[in-house]
């Protein structure tokens, strides 16, 4: 089998309402899609999601790189995974949503020629998954009657609270959101490198009044030595790292300095299901727990970062929303998975299992 062609396409997504995060306000994202083509008439569906204040990148730097792929990809066996990954890494440095989209594309290849959906060709470990909700940062009362919405009216059992702009701010919004939805509900705060070390201490010593039970990424991402301090210094609650945590490299010097209880791997920054296959099992090696989180993606990559979660015993989390908060939750993109309340019960058919034509 060889690939005969790659296209590549813009995507744009279009958000309900402006989302919120410590360091951006989102009106709308653009992913870029691709298709690769094979001599055997199987195709495979990838995308690239690039978020400039995480990833560094752009969609016309994504397709710019992408199309550096392209000559390296042509005559290439598609199931020679690891060769592509190197093949890319020679050429490119980081740009991991650019190989993240070839990635994809691969392993939804792989999936067809096995007939198998992908979360079983990754490891197989489940098929349904529980995820969570993100609540973006609003007015304190704003962000408890979305949170009383999700958990009453949707049937969501874990919350995940943007915060990081102001620790009283964020502990007030907790407060409410406690009491909007009961004691029983899990509750998770990512502060987006909102917080120095002493706002961050003074904010994770507040929120063990309310239940939360990890907090993610308090620290600009570059301060590995502030993670440590906080992990050393701080009981109660799990620490979690995201933006710290791109590369495998990233993560073999996080586990080696004990700077978190759990990663949060992203396709888009380490590149891929190969790459984020690779960062569990090291944090598995280490007792580290993991949870998959997106970029504002489609569901070509919500669907591949739940299929990564249902694969791996040590992956125990899933953190794959942003399709809600989309005016068109599928795309147009029909299959992947069924949603019932927070239970997303992955799909039987080969590869990512979705309805996809360009």
């Known amino acids: 089998m060889k690939i005969t062609n790659v296209k590549i396409e813009k995507f744009y997504i279009e958000l309900t309402e402006p989302f919120k995060v410590a360091f951006a306000e989102v009106t709308h994202s653009v992913s870029v899609l691709i298709k ?54 020679s050429l490119i440095h980081d740009n991991g949503s650019a190989k ?64 990081g702009i102001d620790p009283d701010e964020d502990l007030r919004t907790l407060s409410l959101i406690r009491e909007a939805v009961g ?12 917080y120095t070390i002493s706002k961050a201490i003074y904010a994770l010593e507040g929120m063990k009044k309310y239940g939360i039970e990890a907090v993610e990424q ?17 009981t109660g609650i799990q620490l979690m790292l995201d933006e710290s945590i791109h590369t495998t490299k990233d993560a073999a010097k996080a586990c080696k300095l004990g700077a978190a209880d759990i990663f949060n ?15 569990s ?3 598995e090696n280490f007792g580290i727990t993991c949870m998959v989180g997106c970029m504002l993606e489609t ?11 249902a694969s791996r015993k040590n992956i125990t989390e899933a953190d794959c929303d942003s399709f809600l908060y989309y005016k068109d939750a599928d795309n147009g993109m029909p299959g992947g998975f069924e949603r019932k309340g927070d239970q997303f019960t992955l799909s039987e058919k080969p590869g990512l299992g979705l309805d996809i034509s360009f």
């Open 36 to 89: 690769i083509e094979t001599d055997e008439g199987i195709d495979g569906y990838g995308e690239a999601a690039p978020f400039a204040p995480v990833t560094g990148e752009t969609a016309e730097g994504t397709i710019a790189v992408l199309e550096m792929f392209r000559p390296g990809l042509i005559g290439m066996n598609p199931l020679d995974i690891e060769k592509i990954h190197a093949m890319m890494d």
């Open 100 to 163: 993240c989209a070839v990635d994809i594309a691969l392993h939804d290849i792989k999936g067809k020629v096995m007939g198998q959906p992908l979360y079983r060709v990754l490891g197989g470990y489940q098929k349904v998954v529980q995820n969570d909700v993100t609540i973006g940062i609003s007015t304190p009362e704003k962000m408890a009657a979305a949170a009383a919405d999700y958990v009453h009216n949707q049937g969501y059992r874990i919350l995940k609270i943007k915060a």
């Open 281 to 283: 099992t090291l944090a």
């Open 299 to 309: 569901k070509i990559a919500i669907t591949a970062g739940l299929s990564l979660v």
């Open 218 to 234: 308090c620290l600009p991402d570059w301060d590995l030595d502030g993670a440590v301090y906080l992990k050393q210094h701080v």
């Open 183 to 194: 004691p029983s509900i899990r509750l998770r705060v990512d502060a987006n490198q909102g």
């Open 265 to 279: 791997i992203k396709l888009m920054k380490c590149g891929g299901l190969y790459r984020g296959a690779q960062i």
